[in-house]
C-alpha cells in the first residue's frame, strides 16, 4: 500500500514562494508516476500537476504553467512542488497522489487513502 505524507505548506504573502514535500512509504514508489492535486474551500479538488517515475516529464493545469514546477527525488521516496510567485487563488490544501495518466492526471481507482494534505495560505 503506497502512503503519502505532505508537507511545507505555510503563510506567504502574494508573490512569495512555497516548496511542498510529498514523502512516500510502502509500495515501491520509483514505479509510480505523481500528480499534486489542490482544493480550495468550497470547490472541487483540482489537478495542479504530474511527474513520471523517471523525473523527466512534467505536465501542469494552465493556471501554474510557468509558476509552478514538480520534480521527484526517488532516493527519498519524495516528490516535490516549487510554488513561485504565488498568488492569493492559489490557497488551498494541496495534495500528492500516483497518477495512472500524466496528461489527465487521473488518479487510480485503488488510491482511496488519500493524506492529511497541506495548507497554503497566500495573503493579498
Known amino acids: 500500500q503506497l502512503q503519502l505524507e505532505e508537507s511545507g505548506g505555510g503563510l506567504v504573502q502574494a508573490g512569495g514562494s512555497l516548496r511542498l514535500s510529498c514523502a512516500a512509504s510502502?509500495?515501491?514508489?520509483?514505479?509510480?508516476?505523481m500528480a499534486w492535486f489542490r482544493q480550495a474551500p468550497g470547490k472541487e479538488r483540482e489537478s495542479v500537476g504530474s511527474i513520471d517515475w523517471s523525473g523527466t516529464r512534467t505536465y501542469y493545469t494552465d493556471s501554474v504553467k510557468g509558476r509552478f514546477t514538480i520534480s521527484r527525488d526517488n532516493a527519498k521516496n519524495t516528490v516535490y512542488l516549487q510554488m513561485n510567485s504565488l498568488k492569493p487563488e492559489d490557497t488551498a490544501v494541496y495534495y500528492c497522489?500516483?497518477?495512472?495518466?500524466?496528461?489527465?492526471?487521473?488518479?487510480?481507482?485503488?488510491?482511496?487513502?488519500w493524506g492529511q494534505g497541506t495548507q497554503v495560505t497566500v495573503s493579498s
Open positions: 497522489a500516483p497518477c495512472s495518466q500524466l496528461v489527465t492526471m487521473s488518479v487510480p481507482t485503488w488510491y482511496v487513502n
Open positions: 510502502g509500495r515501491a514508489f520509483s514505479n509510480y508516476n
